[in-house]
């Protein structure tokens, strides 16, 4: 059916002037039929009050150029009726206009088919946050990549955990960096294991530390090798328990001497015991002196062996009681002849015990004199005989 020639004569006022029975009277071919201007002239009240089918015949270019008062006054209703065409052919000032209830009635198909300048018409909180996780989901990677940092870190925090893998992989490091503190948190393994390296070697040091135990452990191991110094740095002694096994294996020992004194005491004995024998050796006097007393005692009689004289010097009192007899067996004679004489006088009777023959005769007379009566009453026969004299006779001046 064609457009009634009252259409085709009306002038802007009489369509201003229309009765809601008029407008809802209105054929789909006479809604077809407006012009720009007659569609502009038709009230905020009218608007609302046509059919889905009387919305579904406003023509792209009509569409286009709705005031913004039109484009608020449209039910949800009606928003869920355009067809994909009619939602972007809106213009920005028009997505700009959407109320929060408008946005949410928007249909997933039609949210995967905004453009980047639409989108980026949605700068408020409350607008971005009308979308819902379902729409979010169903933006195309490409608008996702043009989203402005600002329209960003509006995302409430279930939009972000919404976010596909695919999704996640187009934002820069810069918009990863710009994520709040909530936003970064609310990130799942999923996606953190999405993270392509050249992401994850531009977040910030604050979205290091932001970073979960549970995101932690979920970096790929090729990303943990690539990591910077002062990304290191920035993790927590909450988050940095979360490295894997694996993940602590790749780190080389550049990155791992940049390690605080503070995340050497917070690591967990499995990931100490991880640590490869050049990892041990290449620790810092000041890192091995921070291991606390599990630590020192999961160990592994490889990893003692290796430890230098330094390193064993730098031994608190508590840590070297916390030595296990078969971590002393294992002591060279010469980590045992490099003992402090406040290392030896702190050894238990037991690890006393465990001093291996070879070994009793590399301690100096000054070691010697530091021991016990406790120390020195538990000697085996085996031990007393190989005491060299000079050592007996420091015994004898003690």
């Known amino acids: 059916m064609a457009a009634s020639n009252f259409i085709l004569g009306s002038t802007t006022a009489q369509i201003a002037a229309l009765t809601t029975l008029q407008a809802t009277g209105l054929s789909t071919d006479d809604i077809a039929a407006l012009t720009t ?96 996780t379902d729409q979010v989901m169903a933006l195309s990677t490409a608008a996702v990549a043009g989203l402005t940092t600002t329209t960003l870190i509006a995302l409430k925090t279930s939009q972000v955990a919404a976010l596909t893998s695919d999704q996640v992989m187009v934002l820069t490091s810069s918009e990863l960096g710009a994520l ?136 608190k009192t508590a840590q070297v009681q916390a030595l296990t007899t078969d971590q002393v067996i294992a002591l060279t004679t010469t980590q045992v002849g490099g003992l402090t004489t406040a290392a030896v006088a702190a050894l238990t009777t037991a690890q006393i015990i465990a001093i291996d023959t070879a070994d009793i005769g590399v301690l100096t007379t000054a070691h010697i004199a530091a021991l016990k009566s406790s120390q020195l009453a538990v000697l085996t026969t085996d031990q007393v005989i190989a005491l060299t004299t000079e050592q007996i006779r420091g015994l004898t001046s003690t």
């Open 180 to 315: 709040k503190t909530t936003q970064v948190k609310a990130l799942t393994t999923d996606q953190v294991i999405a993270l392509t390296s050249t992401q994850v070697e531009g977040l910030s040091t604050a979205t290091f530390a932001a970073l979960t135990s549970a995101q932690v452990g979920a970096l790929e191991t090729g990303d943990i090798a690539n990591l910077k110094s002062t990304q290191l740095a920035a993790l927590t002694s909450t988050n940095i328990v979360g490295l894997t096994t694996e993940q602590i294996v790749t780190l080389n020992t550049a990155q791992l001497i940049q390690l605080s004194t503070t995340q050497v005491s917070g690591l967990s004995t499995a990931q100490v015991t991880a640590l490869e024998t050049g990892d041990i050796v290449a620790l810092l006097t000041s890192q091995v002196a921070a291991l606390n007393t599990t630590s020192v005692a999961a160990l592994t009689t490889d990893q003692v062996m290796v430890l230098s004289s330094s390193a064993l010097a730098a031994l």
């Open 37 to 132: 201007a007659q569609l502009a002239a038709l009230t905020t009240t009218n608007l609302a009050l046509l059919s889905t089918s009387q919305v579904q015949a406003i023509s792209t270019t009509d569409i286009a150029v709705l005031k913004t008062s039109q484009i608020a006054a449209l039910t949800t209703d009606q928003v869920v009726a355009l067809a994909t065409d009619q939602i972007r052919a809106l213009s920005s000032a028009s997505m700009a206009a959407l109320t929060t209830s408008q946005l949410a009635a928007i249909e997933t198909e039609d949210i995967a088919a905004l453009t980047t300048s639409q989108l980026a018409a949605l700068v408020t909180t409350s607008a971005v946050g009308a979308l819902t």
